[in-house]
């Protein structure tokens, strides 16, 4: 079976790991510092606060930009639920923004017809969350013109998008919002095992989205409200949790960070040759060829949902497995019944069309050939 992803790890990977085992720190030690330092240095933000979790990433990230009851989230129906789970967990209202079916990603012209009906009703969102499906980033530099006159924050869902470029610089920057989240799930970029980080240029996020990632506390003696105690006090400032990633997991991703350019590249290679390959199957619609997307994920169009899921079947029963990235959200049962919500046609037609082919850094050529083979030996079901 050709699987649509998986990690690469070598030797170098597993010495990191066996070397914190044998240290005196397991957790809340160097490491984690390292490893944060090597996110602020490749990305260009100030602050990386590591989790254990894209999903706790995107919570604190919220929550540190008081997103509460009543609050308003708009972000992509197209998206892991984590998205949106993390928003409704602190209680807030989301709502969805329609994509441009032919990439998945928020359609700026409809965010900007939807703000300026908002307006008029002051329902206007305290957060958009743009999501940078497949490793593409959507239009920053627009969404932050629409931030700034209609007075939302930002916060980019990059969970596929570390090691993308956004005109010239890092996704993860920050140069065009509040906060970036990244997931280290096995199968992204890079890999802790399980983990995330959101990265800010903001010294009050960070230091807020710290305390919540450490159940709320703080050892900071300027901030304590007795701050006569003695050297062993801490207090408890606002909710939080224990979201803290690991030294073991930390080690393991400084380890990685060191290869992520090149894994960026055989991702960007691979796509390349995909693309390449399949340019004379036309009863598909191939992704547009960038130098800027992070490759997290290839996928395709077809015809129709009854195209797409016939290809599914038939590329399973030759030993490649394929994904759906993603049903909408609000397709989802909890969501139908805790928040129903209208369907979006774009919304809609990326999902009933869109195809991930298998992507990963240990591809070769061969098995791109053979996925693409099979395709062309697929124009049975189209």
């Avoid at 070397?19 to 602050?47: H, M």
């Avoid at 016939?310 to 993603?326: D, E, K, W």
């Amino acid at each position: 079976m050709i699987g649509y992803g998986r990690q690469s790890i070598d030797e170098d990977d597993i010495a990191a790991v066996v070397s914190v085992l044998r240290s005196d720190y397991l957790t809340q030690g160097p490491s984690v510092d390292a490893f944060e330092k090597q996110l602020c240095d490749y990305t260009g933000a100030r602050f990386a606060i590591t989790v254990n979790s894209g999903t706790a990433a995107l919570y604190m990230a919220y929550a540190a930009l008081g997103v509460t009851a009543g609050r308003r989230v708009w972000t992509s129906p197209i998206t892991f639920v984590a998205t949106v789970n993390a928003a409704i967990m602190l209680g807030a209202t989301v709502e969805y923004v329609d994509v441009d079916p032919s990439t998945g990603n928020i359609s700026i012209d409809i965010l900007a017809r939807q703000l300026e009906r908002a307006c008029l009703k002051n329902e206007l969102p305290d957060v958009i969350v743009p999501v940078h499906l497949t490793g593409r980033s959507c239009d920053m530099a627009e969404i932050a013109e629409l931030a700034k006159h209609y007075g939302f924050s930002v916060v980019e869902d990059a969970a596929h998008a570390l090691g993308g470029q956004y005109q010239g610089k890092k996704i993860g920057s920050c140069e065009f919002s509040k906060a970036t989240i990244f997931s280290f799930h096995p199968v992204k970029s890079i890999t802790t095992g399980e983990g995330g980080v959101m990265m800010t240029n903001n010294p009050e996020l960070a230091q807020i989205a710290r305390e919540i990632r450490h159940h709320g506390i703080t050892r900071d003696r300027t901030k304590f409200v007795s701050p006569s105690a003695p050297g062993f006090h801490y207090e408890q400032l606002r909710m939080g949790f224990n979201f803290r990633l690991s030294d073991i997991h930390a080690a393991l991703g400084a380890s990685q960070m060191k290869k992520l350019d090149t894994f960026i590249q055989k991702r960007r290679n691979i796509a390349s040759h995909y693309l390449d390959r399949a340019e004379n199957l036309s009863q598909f619609s191939l992704p547009v060829r960038s130098n800027d997307s992070a490759w997290h994920l290839f996928s395709i169009g077809c015809k129709n949902r009854s195209v797409r899921d016939r290809l599914y079947a038939n590329c399973l029963s030759r030993g490649i497995t394929t994904a759906v990235h993603y049903p909408p959200v609000y397709r989802q049962p909890w969501h139908q019944k805790v928040a129903p919500h209208r369907s979006l046609a774009g919304a809609e037609r990326y999902a009933n069309t869109t195809l991930t082919l298998p992507l990963f850094y240990s591809m070769e050529e061969e098995m791109v050939n053979h996925v693409v083979q099979v395709l062309g030996t697929c124009t049975e079901v189209v």
